[in-house]
């Protein structure tokens, strides 16, 4: 049976911003093979796709060169080169769920949770006044 929804906190990314800073980041279990990487990724309901930067990737254990369906950025990632990667990821105490991102070539991205495929799993309400979200699997389960 799968859980009901599970609330989160926000985090507070920049010490010196304060509450100003706080951001929706889920902390994800990623596996990729046999390699198993914790990573917190940004819930961005205004992002179009997942993106995953480079270093979690080769943590991952993936080889760039084998990862050979590029993927087109935009906005601040446009000129980044981007190629689709597909992980499992665990959230919170769910099953494992498979999301496809654009593994980039840039670093300076955090892990990015868009609406494809992050918002087609799961249903997400922000609760910003209050410091938290929640993440519930969609209806019908998981992919």
Not at 86 to 105: E, Q
Request: one cysteine or more.
């Amino acid at each position: 049976m799968t859980p009901a929804a599970e609330r989160f906190p926000y985090l507070q990314v920049d010490p010196k911003a304060g509450a100003a800073s706080l951001s929706p980041y889920l902390p994800i279990q990623w596996m990729f093979g046999e390699n198993r990487v914790s990573a917190a990724g940004l819930v961005d309901s205004g992002s179009a796709i997942n993106v995953l930067p480079y270093d979690v990737g080769r943590r991952l254990g993936a080889t760039w060169e084998h990862q050979t369906t590029p993927v087109q950025l935009t906005g601040n990632l446009a000129a980044s080169e981007a190629r689709v990667l597909v992980v499992s990821a665990t959230v919170g105490k769910r099953p494992p769920v498979r999301l496809a991102f654009a593994w980039t070539r840039a670093d300076s991205v955090p892990v990015i949770l868009g609406q494809i495929n992050f918002f087609l799993e799961f249903d997400v309400c922000f609760f910003r006044s209050r410091k938290e979200f929640e993440i519930k699997a969609r209806s019908g389960g998981g992919s």
